[in-house]
């Protein structure tokens, strides 16, 4: 059931909808989780869920909904016992010997975890400690990649380009970096995740100030079929994001 709710989210066409029934299915899920804490399907869900509602409330309530979904998807890393359990506070060696002994088995909880831990940083991206927590984050994605690099339509690489684009190489960014991995996202997803090519023209084409290729970016997104399975709402959610950003793009550059 956990699975059957969070693919009828991601398949929604309806973005309004979604945005206000979340709260419920997150209340649902809770107490499932109440008289199951231990399954592994229904922290994945809650996990996924609350990362997701958060980027439609205010910056406090993400930061809250971002910390519970990184807890549940500790949680699972912890009864999966996969080696990640608490894998942001052990020193960072032992954590680097963990990361290299994942196997294609723990792909799930290892990439359900990266993804919840990104979500997080970014939700407080004020916090030093929390930036501080990127090369741990990078080191999970980068194992994930050599594992199974097409993994959730290419996301690991769309996770490294994102974390790659956040600063300019002067700052310790590596835009060049990033932008392999966003175009080995794209060509995994085989242009069908929409939201790709978005963070490919918001973070890499503005941070180089390339207009002609953020343009023909963001262009095809809106061009784009946004109703693929597993994908819907997030391509629709791209689009909107694709508009705003083409509006501004002659006043950015």
């Known amino acids: 059931m ?8 991601l398949n929604s066409t309806d973005v309004d909808t979604v945005k206000e029934g979340i709260p419920a299915y997150l209340l649902l899920i809770d107490s499932l989780l109440r008289s199951s804490p231990d399954n592994i399907d229904l922290l994945f869900a809650a996990a996924r869920l609350n990362s997701s509602y958060s980027v439609y409330t205010t910056p406090a309530r993400s930061k809250l909904l971002n910390q519970k979904s990184f807890d549940l998807a500790m949680r699972a890393a912890c009864i999966t016992r996969s080696g990640l ?34 979500s997080w940083i970014q939700a407080n991206s004020d916090d ?19 594992l199974d690099e097409s993994w959730d339509f290419g996301g690991p690489h769309l996770y490294m380009g994102a ?9 310790g960014g590596r835009p060049e970096k990033g932008k392999y991995h966003l175009e080995r996202a794209i060509a995994l997803s085989e242009g069908k995740y929409l939201m790709t090519q978005v963070i490919y023209a918001e ?9 002609e ?10 061009e784009a079929n946004p109703v693929v399975e597993g994908m819907t ?7 909107d994001r694709a508009r705003e950003l083409l509006k501004e793009s002659n006043e950015y550059f």
């Not at 956990?2 to 989210?9: G, H, K, S, Y």
């Not at 290729?213 to 809106?222: A, C, F, G, M, S």
């Open 163 to 171: 974390l790659e684009t956040l600063l300019p190489a002067a700052m």
């Open 203 to 211: 973070q890499y084409a503005r941070l180089v100030f390339d207009k």
């Open 2 to 9: 956990a699975n059957d709710l969070a693919d009828t989210i």
């Open 85 to 118: 359990c608490n894998a942001h506070l052990i020193e960072f060696g032992r954590y680097r010997e963990k990361v290299d002994q994942l196997k294609f088995l723990d792909l799930e909880v290892a990439y359900a975890l990266g993804v919840s831990w990104i």
């Open 213 to 222: 290729l953020h343009d023909r970016l963001l262009r095809e997104v809106i």
């Open 128 to 146: 030093w400690n929390a930036i501080g927590q990127l090369g741990r984050v990078k080191l999970l994605m980068t194992k994930i990649i050599e």
């Open 233 to 239: 709402l997030t391509n629709l959610i791209a689009q």
